[in-house]
């Protein structure tokens, strides 16, 4: 008859939150602050708790934490979860679970994964002058965050600087040089054409070379060294052509009485293509704004949301 007195003196210890190993070493004590029945109070498979909880280490009680415990009970004993629950309030020192496994204690707020309710090991109201409880009460206080140190203050650059500021949308920014190019070839492509109608040699062989290869070194000081190989190929060879339609313009106009000089018209057209394709690409990217635009520039910006232009001459 021993064994079925002993069973059933094991069942209604857990039914009753006694602890039926008839020792202290619960696996959590806690101070309780609040108790959470989920999902209702009439239907609670899950119990969280929150206060000062204290764990068994395997051979002592650790200092409390303040946190939260959720605990899950086993499917179909949901009633006898419940009525073990029943005790703990909040206000009183409870203890539970086994001393070899338990509970985790997770901050406020924290996503928590539940541990199974131990039914059999049960709860109990423990008295406030319980040594278990006075180690939950000694809360281990939470660790000061390191003082975040003030920023500097931005400098402004000086006004005479323009360097344009990195976007803060994520756009990237650019810088238009080709009011340069154009001063630069303009000129030397007028110049070149009046010396080659004028049959003047030297003066054509200047133009044509600052026309040519000038705005290249424009380019390269602008370390944009792709446009700089292209933009040298596209001037030559639209100046050629242009050069070849003016000799044969006027070797035309020489047949038919006219004075048999180059006429000028082809080399302006196919050179003013060259010089506004020019104007138009001569823009170099500027790294988050950290080279100087100089005394004269004109920034152009763009970004997700638009674009802007801006500068100074």
């Known amino acids: 008859m021993r064994a079925p007195v002993a069973l059933t003196t094991l069942l209604l210890a857990s039914a009753y939150g006694v602890d039926a190993r008839g020792d202290t070493a619960w696996g959590n004590v806690a101070v309780v602050d609040s108790v959470e029945w989920l999902p209702t109070a009439a239907t609670a498979n899950r119990l969280r708790i929150h206060g000062a909880i204290a764990t068994f280490d395997g051979t002592a009680y650790g200092p409390g934490r ?9 499917a179909g ?6 009525a073990q629950w029943s005790v703990i309030t909040a206000g009183s020192c409870v203890g539970f679970g086994w001393d070899v496994a338990p509970a ?15 039914l059999v090991r049960g709860v109990r109201v423990l008295p406030p002058e319980d040594p278990a409880c006075g180690r939950a009460r000694a809360v281990v206080p939470e660790p000061t965050p390191a003082p975040v140190a003030a920023a500097a203050p931005e400098i402004a650059p000086p006004a005479t600087a323009m360097r344009p500021k990195p976007r803060p949308d994520g756009g990237a920014s650019y810088r238009w040089y080709g009011w340069q190019l154009l001063l630069l070839e303009v000129p030397a492509l007028w110049g070149a054409s009046v010396a080659l109608h004028d049959r003047s040699t030297p003066w054509f ?17 602008h370390r944009n060294s792709w446009r700089a190989i292209g933009g040298t190929a596209m001037r030559l060879s639209l100046g050629g052509i242009g050069v070849f339609l003016s000799v044969a313009s006027g070797q035309i106009g020489g047949a038919v009485g006219g004075s048999g000089r180059p006429e000028p018209g082809p080399l302006l057209v196919m050179g003013g293509i060259a010089t506004l394709i020019d104007a138009i690409t001569g823009v170099e990217t500027i790294e988050g704004g950290s080279r100087d635009a100089g005394a ?8 997700p949301t638009g674009f802007g232009l801006a500068g100074r001459f």
């Open 296 to 303: 004269a520039s004109v920034r152009v910006t763009v970004g």
């Open 66 to 74: 303040r946190g939260v415990v959720e605990l899950q009970c086993a």
């Open 104 to 118: 985790v204690v997770q901050p406020e707020g924290a996503v928590t994964t539940p541990a199974p309710w131990p």
């Open 77 to 82: 004993r949901e009633a006898d979860c419940r």
């Open 205 to 221: 062989v200047v133009g044509a070379v600052a026309f040519g290869l000038g705005p290249t070194f424009v380019d390269i000081a």
